[in-house]
């Protein structure tokens, strides 16, 4: 999993065992997070709180067997048939010895009597990291997912990835890849002036069999550093995607890199909800004219309803902003019900200068108002200051598999 706190989920109507559940959490200093606790009986658990379970992607998930021990046998097997690896804790009264081996059988990991305090508690977690951490995973933190999305064409959604992708990567010096998920028209490769050999939809094919090693031959590298998994050039593959895939691979992706930026479709697609689902932040593109401004009105509704926080992920960009347009930001954020996260400005010449010569503005203009901006984004997203020093120091997983690109040249030619 990480390197960071266990994450762990309760499902539970016991109000003292949802305390102490928490209280262990506060204390652990760090070491355990629960991200969610249900305060519900397991025949009312809905399916929507199921796919939340599932969303939140934890390590462990606590299931009170109290209310009914059949339910929650039942529960524990959907769980890990869902989301294999996941670690089932049952927690209530003394179990007979069939019941509990029946319920070991249907992936329960392990079983805490009540009343369960935060020794008890702590014991148990430690006995279930090697669990937790598979082998080979130990020491990887899972990075974080932005996802970029307009819910208007022309609105500057590739521009402004591409270029805050490649200052994330010169502010931080940590392994940064852009996805390009518009697999039907995406066009980040071209911002890059880059023609990729493999893209999405060829990871998406051969994922059941990619490492570490293998899924470099599908990454390009700028320049820059940065790196993209590309949208394919022919549109009709797009059909070959689905949601689960999608999902998987994203959840794959942030195991190997620090910062993954996601160019959504313009369209609510199956790519699109994956994305705006595994995203630990979501920022909504607009423009300041009526059609844009109208769509993000009515794009907001249904944003709310897929990402796990709400609103309080979602950070609202305006581009190609004019500080003397007739329609002042306050109007907007009156307009939208959301504050403006940041502006870009709206230096035509430069931008467009920048999409025909294939290089990004921040590495190609360091003078242009659009650059100031964009580094003023990626200072506030990172929220570090690193010095040249600190960035030439960090070398991430990807950075040592590309020295060794030429290495993985004889395996590219037998992909489909």
């Known amino acids: 999993m990480t390197n960071g706190p266990v994450r762990g989920i309760l499902i539970s109507p016991d109000a003292t065992l949802r305390e102490s559940l928490a209280g262990y959490a506060r204390g652990s200093g760090g070491a355990f997070a629960l991200l969610q606790s249900f305060s519900v009986r397991l025949d009312a658990l809905s399916g929507t709180q199921f796919k939340t379970i599932q969303q939140a992607t934890p390590a462990l998930v606590f299931v009170d067997f109290d209310s009914s021990v059949d339910l929650a046998v039942s529960l524990a097997r959907d769980l890990v048939k869902a989301s294999p ?8 009264a003394t179990l007979e010895s069939s019941v509990l081996l029946q319920a070991m059988r249907a992936g329960l990991s392990e079983y805490l009597t009540k009343p369960v305090t935060p020794p008890l508690l702590a014991e148990a977690i430690e006995r ?14 899972l990075g974080k997912m932005l996802a970029f ?30 996805v390009d998920l518009d697999a039907e028209l995406g066009e980040v490769s071209l911002l890059l002036g880059m023609k990729p050999q493999f893209n999405f939809v060829d990871l998406v094919r051969n994922f059941h069999r990619v490492d570490a090693d293998l899924l470099a031959s599908y990454i390009e590298q ?8 590309s949208a394919p050039f022919h549109p009709e593959k797009a059909t070959e995607l689905t949601k689960d895939q999608i999902r998987q691979i994203l959840q794959y992706l942030r195991g190997h890199y ?19 689902e595994y995203a630990d932040e979501v920022f909504l593109i607009t423009t300041v004219d009526l059609p844009s401004l109208r769509n993000v009105q009515r794009a907001v509704p249904l944003l709310n309803r897929v990402m796990q926080r709400g609103t309080e992920q979602l ?25 403006v996260y940041g502006t870009l400005a709206n230096d035509f010449e430069a ?3 920048s999409v025909n010569s294939g290089k990004p503005v921040v590495h190609n203009d360091g003078k242009s108002p659009y650059t100031r901006d964009i580094r003023s984004l990626a200072n506030r997203i990172t ?16 950075s040592r598999l590309f020295r060794n690109r030429g290495d993985a040249a004889g395996v590219e030619g037998s992909r489909s």
Request: glycine share 10%.
């Open 351 to 353: 931008v467009i200068r």
């Open 149 to 178: 999305f307009s819910a208007k064409g022309g609105s500057g959604t590739s521009t402004a990835v591409t270029n805050l992708a490649v200052e994330i990567h010169r502010l931080t010096g940590e392994p940064t890849l852009v």
């Open 383 to 398: 929220q570090t200051e690193a010095t040249d020093t600190d960035r030439h120091q960090k070398r991430g997983l990807f």
């Open 222 to 229: 700028h320049e820059t550093g940065v790196h993209l998994l």
């Open 85 to 92: 690896g996941l670690v089932i804790v049952g927690v209530g």
């Open 315 to 339: 950070h609202l960009i305006v581009n190609r902003h004019e500080a003397d347009h007739e329609v002042s930001l306050k109007d907007v954020e009156r307009s939208l019900g959301l504050p």
């Open 258 to 276: 620090r910062y993954v930026l996601i160019d959504t479709p313009r369209s609510f697609s199956p790519e699109t909800i994956a994305a705006f």
């Open 128 to 141: 279930l990291l090697p669990k937790v951490t598979p082998t080979g995973e130990a020491g990887r933190t």
